[in-house]
């Protein structure tokens, strides 16, 4: 099946600092990722649409200075928290959609990046 | 009129018993209605998955029904088990436009199935 992998599981950074985590399809080419940030005991909420080599979209209320996306590789996006702050704490979900199949849409989900912010 | 409402918040079940978890839409234009179950920790899993042109897709223990005059859709998982704990979320997506593929997930429910 496919499967999309997550870097790092768990991060601990400190106010100020910047931090990278890496989303990759392992087994398919994904012309489109999205990110989704999800706090303790709700619902995953979309951050962006990542597009292969075009800029990311972002939903109403992400700041794209300060979550910035990059998607450079059709099975590499890259989620880059700029600043980081505690109220940046939470739990970061990736997912990729294979590209090439007519009609199919298909959202396979990372394991997920748990970032805290001391 | 995107929101995806499910419903109960918590479940439990004994084993052996039948789970049974309900989304409605508001959004016509929907046409994608996926489930996914999460384990703490760790990222969502696709479980089954419905398209509007059928009523019910049956996938081993786990079965959605669709109903599209009502615009709602439940998942029932047959002769729980301890292992089927876990979080699960309905979903629903557009084919097409602005919005293609971006998924709109349910407030998810978190089901216990006690031994």
């Known amino acids: 099946g496919a499967v999309v992998s997550q870097h790092p599981s768990r991060v601990i950074c400190k106010s100020g600092t910047s931090v990278k985590i890496e989303c990759r399809s392992l087994d398919f080419q994904a012309t489109t990722m999205f990110w989704y940030r999800q706090f303790p005991k709700k619902s995953l909420m979309l951050m962006a649409t990542s597009n292969e080599g075009s800029k990311a979209t972002y939903e109403q209320g992400v700041e794209k200075d300060k979550f910035l996306i990059n998607h450079a590789s059709l099975t590499l996006s890259t989620l880059t928290v700029t600043s980081a702050h505690p109220e940046d704490s939470s739990f970061y979900i990736c997912s990729a959609r294979e590209s090439g199949t007519s009609g199919r849409y298909t959202q396979y989900f990372g394991p997920g990046t748990r970032l805290t912010v001391l | 009129q995107q929101q995806v409402k499910q419903s109960p918040q918590s479940l439990i079940v004994q084993k052996g018993g039948i789970s049974i978890i309900n989304c409605a839409y508001e959004n016509t234009a929907f046409d994608y209605f996926p489930w996914y179950q999460q384990f703490p920790g760790k990222g969502p899993a696709l479980l089954i998955a419905?398209?509007?042109?059928?009523s019910e897709k049956k996938e081993g223990r786990f079965t959605i029904s669709f109903n599209k005059s009502a615009k709602q859709f439940s998942l029932h998982i047959m002769d729980s088990q301890p292992g089927d704990s876990a979080t699960y979320f309905c979903a629903a997506s557009i084919r097409g436009g602005t919005s293609y593929g971006k998924l709109t997930f349910g407030q998810g429910t978190i089901l216990t199935v006690h031994p």
């Open positions: 419905i398209r509007p042109d059928v």
